[in-house]
C-alpha cells in the first residue's frame, strides 16, 4: 500500500511542480498577465487543499479505490483542458479540475498511509509526501525538452494522460486496513497527544486548530510561491539558462534548481516525519520552519548569482 501511494503521488506531482515551466510559454503565446495566469496556479491550490476534508469523507464512505480512480480521471482531464485552454477562463477551468483530483489522490494516498502505519504516523506520512516532493524530479528536464521541441500544449496533453492513467489503474490495488493487520501503538513520551479523538465541530472550536492552520497556510503560501515562480524569476533575472556546475555536474540554472529542489523536497518529507517521531512534532516545525525562512531571504539577497539561484532555491 506504501508503494502504491508513492507511485501515485510521483503521477501527481508535476500538477504542482510542474507548472512553473508553461508559465513563460502560455504568456508568450497569449500575451496574458502573469499575474492573471498564476490565478490559476493559485484555484489550483485552493482546490487541492481545502476539499480534502470532503474527499476524506467519501473515502470512509466509498473506500480509497474510488476516490483515487475518480481522482485520477480529475488529474488527467484536468491537463487535457489546458492543452486545449486559449483564454485565461479555461486555464482556470483546467486547473480547478486538476486541483480537485490532486486533492483527492493526495489526500487518499496520506490517510491511507496513517491507517496502514499508525505506530510510525510521521515516518509514513512523510514517505508518501516524498513521492509529491520528488516525483518531479523525474520529469523536469523532459518537459522542459517537450515544451521546447513541441509546444507547451503537447506537454499538458502528453503528461496529463500519461499520468492521469497511472493513477487509475493503480487506484484497483488500494485497500483499508481490516481489525487485526496493523500493529498496537506505542506511546512515545516526546510526542503529545489527546486521549480521545475530536470531532471535527469540536477541533474547529480549539484555538491551537487555528494557529496552526494560520501557521501552515503562511509556510505553504512561502514555498509555493517559489515552487510556482521558478521559471519566471529565472528568466527575469537572467539565469535560467546560465549553466552552472556542481560536484562535477554541469545544467543549465533553472534546470538544475528545479531538479535539486524536487529532490530535496522528497527527501527531507521522511527523513523530518522521523525526526518528528523522535523529538516531537513541534520541535521539528520550529526547524522547518526557521530553515524556509532563512532559505527564502537569502534567494531574495543573493538569487542574482547562478549558483546561489541553485543552491538556494
Given at each position: ?6 507511485i ?13 515551466f ?6 508568450k503565446k ?5 499575474a ?5 496556479f493559485?484555484l489550483?491550490v ?10 476524506g ?13 475518480f481522482?485520477?480521471?480529475?488529474c488527467g482531464i484536468g491537463?487535457?483542458?489546458?492543452s486545449y ?5 479555461m ?16 489526500g487518499t494516498?496520506v490517510?491511507?498511509a496513517?491507517k496502514w502505519?499508525?505506530?510510525?504516523r ?8 516524498a ?6 524530479a523525474l ?8 515544451i ?15 499520468q492521469?492513467?497511472v493513477?487509475?489503474a493503480?487506484a484497483?490495488?488500494f485497500?483499508?486496513?481490516k481489525?487485526?493487520?496493523v ?12 486521549r480521545?479523538?475530536?470531532?471535527p465541530g ?9 494557529l496552526m492552520?494560520f ?8 514555498g509555493?510561491m517559489?515552487?510556482?515562480n521558478l521559471?519566471?524569476?529565472a ?7 546560465v549553466p552552472?556546475?556542481?560536484?562535477g555536474?554541469?545544467?543549465?540554472a533553472?534546470t ?8 530535496l523536497?522528497g527527501l527531507t518529507r521522511?527523513f523530518f516525519?522521523?525526526?518528528?517521531d523522535?523529538?516531537?512534532?513541534e520541535?521539528t ?16 539577497l543573493?538569487?542574482h ?8 532555491s
Open positions: 500500500q506504501l508503494v502504491i501511494g508513492v501515485c503521488m510521483v503521477m501527481i506531482a508535476n500538477l504542482q511542480y510542474g507548472w512553473t508553461f508559465v513563460p510559454d502560455i504568456q497569449f500575451g496574458f498577465d502573469r492573471a495566469i498564476q490565478w490559476a493559485t489550483f485552493l482546490f487541492e487543499t481545502w476539499l480534502v476534508p470532503i474527499e469523507w467519501f473515502v470512509d464512505k466509498y473506500g480509497p479505490r474510488v476516490v483515487v480512480l481522482g485520477g480521471a480529475l491537463w487535457v483542458i489546458n485552454a486559449a483564454s485565461l477562463n486555464f482556470y477551468l483546467g486547473q480547478v479540475v486538476a486541483g480537485i483530483g490532486a486533492g483527492a489522490v493526495y494516498c490517510g491511507s496513517l502505519f499508525p505506530d510510525k510521521g515516518l509514513a506520512a512523510g514517505i508518501i509526501a513521492g509529491f516532493g520528488a516525483g518531479s520529469t523536469v528536464a523532459p518537459i522542459q525538452w517537450m521546447a521541441d513541441h509546444g507547451f500544449q503537447a506537454a499538458f496533453f502528453n503528461f496529463g494522460i500519461g492521469g492513467l493513477v487509475c493503480l484497483f490495488f485497500t483499508s486496513p481489525k487485526g493487520q500493529p498496537e501503538v506505542v506511546a512515545n513520551a516526546n510526542i503529545i497527544q489527546t480521545r479523538n475530536y470531532t469540536e477541533v474547529a472550536r480549539q484555538p491551537i486548530f487555528w492552520y501557521m501552515f497556510v503562511i509556510v505553504g503560501a512561502g509555493l517559489i515552487t510556482a521559471k519566471p524569476i528568466s527575469d533575472i537572467g539565469v535560467d539558462k552552472v556546475t556542481i560536484m555536474i554541469t545544467m543549465v533553472i538544475f534548481a528545479a531538479t535539486i529542489d524536487r529532490v523536497n521522511p516525519g522521523w525526526v518528528s523522535k523529538i516531537g512534532r520541535n516545525m520550529f526547524i522547518a520552519f526557521a530553515m524556509e525562512g532563512f532559505g527564502i531571504y537569502m534567494l531574495y543573493w538569487g548569482d547562478p549558483l546561489w539561484f541553485v543552491l538556494l
